[in-house]
């Protein structure tokens, strides 16, 4: 790499993830908390603007393919992540099976490594994710909540006997689609393979980037409730649209340093 002249950047598809929710009820509200497994799709890519077709050279010495006419080199890889995810929210029921949600859930990928497309160079990347979304759900089946408030739970009232306090049934299958927004981070290193920036080979950070852009999804899953403690499983697909960049922290200084020392 020659990183005075060099962007990466990375694009991200879609997100699926699948996750056991623990919640408390109370009146019309269920608060709940989240945890699994996650799945995305995406691109990784760094681009080279070179006029002199002789600075942008990948770590085996050789020249990028030219992607158009205006002198840009690039290479990039598509890829799968496989990462964890945890969350919370809460689910406000509208009543006629109808719930509103919104949710906050942070998502980590991890480190991991793709050959790109000229078939020498390995990117390494690692990418975290924060987002929140707001939807709504419908359930299948079973008492609309505006009916299960005669089955509440009973609290003790001074003089005047038990009060029912009503308890809203979440039992059920339910599907439902949500709309939001996330904030991704990632972080950049490639492997100085000639080591021209040290003694020996090693990673060398190129910096890092944030990437937002819009989400827009849907979930489905069951829920089974215990008094006011509501246990489900949940599975979760998003489209996404987050793009981001950024030009290496490396200079021109640092590489005639490092090679003239």
């Not at 000229?118 to 994710?129: E, G, V």
Request: with cysteine; hydrophobic share 35%; proline share 3%.
């Amino acid at each position: 790499f020659n990183p005075f002249f060099q962007e990466c950047s990375d694009r991200m598809n879609w997100m699926a993830t699948a996750a056991a929710r623990l919640g408390y009820a109370t009146g019309r509200t269920l608060f709940y908390v989240k945890g699994g497994g996650a799945w995305a799709d995406g691109r990784v890519k760094v681009d080279c603007i070179d006029g002199t077709n002789v600075v942008c050279l990948n770590p085996s010495g050789n020249q990028y393919p030219v992607f158009n006419a205006n002198g840009t080199e690039t290479t990039w890889a598509d890829y799968n992540r496989f990462g964890w995810l945890i969350g919370y929210g809460t689910e406000f029921d509208l009543g006629k099976n109808w719930s509103a949600k919104a949710e906050y859930d942070y998502i980590q990928f991890g480190r991991q490594t793709q050959l790109a497309s000229d078939r020498q160079t390995l990117l390494y990347s690692q990418t975290s994710i924060s987002q929140v979304k707001i939807g709504l759900n419908y359930r299948f089946g079973g008492a609309s909540a505006d009916a299960v408030a005669p089955a509440g739970m009973y609290t003790k009232a001074a003089a005047k006997g038990p009060v029912v306090a009503s308890i809203y049934d979440w039992t059920g299958f339910y599907v439902g689609g949500n709309v939001g927004g996330g904030v991704s981070s990632k972080s950049w290193e490639f492997f100085d393979v000639f080591a021209n920036f040290g003694p020996v080979p090693q990673f060398l950070g190129e910096g890092n980037h944030s990437a937002s852009g819009p989400i827009i999804g849907g979930q489905g899953g069951y829920r089974w409730q215990n008094g006011r403690a509501v246990f489900g499983i949940e599975a979760q697909g998003n489209w996404a649209n987050m793009h981001g960049n950024n030009v290496s922290i490396l200079t021109f200084e640092d590489v005639n340093s490092t090679r003239t020392n």
